[in-house]
């Protein structure tokens, strides 16, 4: 295809979920071009990839939508509280057919290569089948937790069953009924999936490194009058969010927990686990993210929810975390979860007790025994944050790629851009506190911010922007100091610090932790000072 036959737009998305669909009406409102390219064969990002059994918000629903529009609000009926997978997908497709912006994307086709030309500042993406397209800005909508991983285990690819990623899960559905079925990981999608199946299954062979400590969800059906109530009270709704740590609905109880008497929390910790969601950990005592007294009474307070669950006392203790605090994992919302090990035809097998050896024909070989298996589903993960990212070849000026700037970790300006890569954004990238968000709060904010920046070249008579190395290497220090004082910053074993990712940056902090109202405040600061830190031209 010569240069001349490729179609030029003033921006180009990376993936067609909850951001890149905003980002594309955004662009439209101002009256740009733009083209958004989605691996996937229909909308909806990590809400169409993820379709296991059971998968469906920890967020509230109503608090989850997007907030931009009184219309889409308005015109919309959540019948649960904690939506599901099914009723999400459709929502993203209503948003997508009521701001008419599926002529904008382009579906089935995943972007291989993002190479910037010096000479035009263009960028031009080739997808795996070869098409090609330029823009001027290129918004990475590629989600944090989009790259799927397989365990480094020998032997994957010999299981003669079927073999399943949750983010992978077949449209079509699988017939679990009278299986054996293993699954290795007890994270939050696991969690979901298990307390799903076990009753449908034959047998339930869970495979556990850590268990987690979970909440409970206390979903519900949601009548018309509560619908009625949430559409009338959105922008009280969503101002709230905006106040809170990290997006949710749940304001922190101002008080500091060790200044309280402990029957007296144990009674507000009765009050928030009745209420769900993530009120237990969000609603708690302010210093429930600082004070490892309070994070642990919290910890004692749902071990003895946990034994009070679960019949053998045996099997409980396997369930209670003994690695790590309260609330240094994002915890999973569970719905009789633990009851599912009252079942008789599941087993729990702690595999740092008895590592897995290898993944076989037949099942998975521990070194204790060998399970067979007639389907295996991976609840193993993703390479957070960084993954999607990393996995397009995208090489800035002088060809510099991303790929080895950040061999030793992740260095960005706000997490939005990166030294080296003019007008290429992402929205959630490592280096802000889309981890623990409610993410659509996060995505507006963060596509606010990008089209500010675009509005703001354009009133100047500028087309480009780029983050310069200090001003990057200020703000990843400012987000590795982010976790001082938190007991997260202590929990170097978790995904926050990249030691689930398969990947250099292992061992590196990779969100902002000091809150989305603080990130907010940062933001306009940025905008109102005319972008310190960032060369424009």
């Keep these: 295809m010569a240069q001349t036959d490729i179609p030029q737009y003033d921006a180009i998305i990376i993936g067609g979920g909850v951001s890149g669909l905003y980002s594309l009406y955004r662009l439209r409102e101002r009256g740009m071009t733009a083209r958004v390219f989605e691996a996937g064969d229909a909308i909806g990002g990590t809400w169409y990839w993820n379709r296991y059994p059971g998968a469906r918000l920890d967020s509230e629903s109503w608090s989850y939508q997007y907030s931009f529009s009184k219309e889409l609000i308005d015109g919309w009926n959540w019948t649960e509280h904690f939506a599901g997978q099914p009723e999400i997908e459709r929502y993203l497709n209503y948003v997508c057919d009521e701001l008419k912006l599926r002529d904008g994307i382009e579906l089935g086709t995943r972007v291989k290569s993002c190479i910037y030309d010096e000479a035009s500042k263009l960028w031009t993406i080739t997808t795996e089948a070869g098409r090609r397209a330029r823009g001027r800005y290129v918004i990475a909508a590629t989600g944090f937790l989009s790259a799927h991983q397989f365990p480094e285990y020998p032997g994957v690819e010999d299981f003669e069953g079927l073999s399943l990623h949750t983010a992978r899960w077949p449209k079509e559905g699988v017939d679990l009924k009278g299986k054996r079925v293993g699954i290795i990981g007890t994270g939050p999608t696991a969690v979901q999936i298990i307390q799903t199946i076990v009753y449908e299954v034959e047998h339930l062979t869970v495979f556990q490194r850590t268990p987690n400590w979970c909440t409970a969800l206390r979903n519900k059906p949601m009548d018309e009058a509560t619908r009625a109530g949430f559409k009338r009270d959105a922008p009280q709704i969503f101002e709230q969010c905006n106040e809170t740590l990290a997006a949710f609905i749940h304001k922190a109880d101002p008080r500091d927990g060790v200044d309280v ?54 099997m409980a203790e ?57 389907i295996l589903i991976y609840a193993t993960g993703f390479r957070s944050l960084t993954g999607e990212l990393l996995r397009i070849d995208i090489r800035g000026r002088d060809g510099l790629s991303l790929a080895g700037k950040w061999a030793d970790g992740p260095r960005t300006n706000l997490g939005v851009q990166f030294a080296g890569f003019p007008n290429l954004f992402a929205i959630l990238g490592p280096h802000n506190p889309a981890t623990f968000c409610n993410l659509p709060r996060c995505i507006e904010n963060n596509v606010d911010w990008v089209m500010h920046c ?54 590196h902090f990779l969100l902002y932790a000091g809150g989305v109202p603080a990130y907010r405040r940062i933001f306009r600061e940025v905008e109102t000072q005319g972008y310190p830190g960032f060369v424009r031209s």
């Design 261 to 314: 008497p402990k029957a007296e929390r144990w009674k507000l910790y009765e009050e928030l686990h009745a209420r769900g969601g993530f009120a237990l950990w969000f609603a708690n005592y302010h210093d429930v993210f600082t004070s490892q007294e309070i994070a642990d009474d919290v910890g004692e307070f749902l071990a003895m929810k946990i034994r009070e669950r679960v019949k053998d006392p045996v």
């Design 318 to 374: 396997k369930l209670i975390p003994k690695d790590h605090t309260f609330g240094t994992k994002r915890p999973p919302g569970e719905t009789n979860y633990y009851e599912a090990y009252n079942n008789g035809n599941i087993d729990l097998v702690e595999v740092k007790k008895t590592p897995i050896e290898r993944i076989t024909p037949r099942g998975v070989r521990t070194s204790e025994r060998d399970y067979e298996l007639d």
């Design 454 to 507: 675009i509005d703001f070249l354009k009133a100047n008579g500028q087309t480009s922007i780029e983050t310069t190395v200090d001003a990057e290497n200020a703000w990843t220090q400012v987000c590795n100091e982010s976790a001082k004082g938190l007991l997260i910053g202590e929990m170097k074993d978790s995904w926050f610090y990249g030691n689930n990712n398969q990947g250099g940056e292992r061992g």
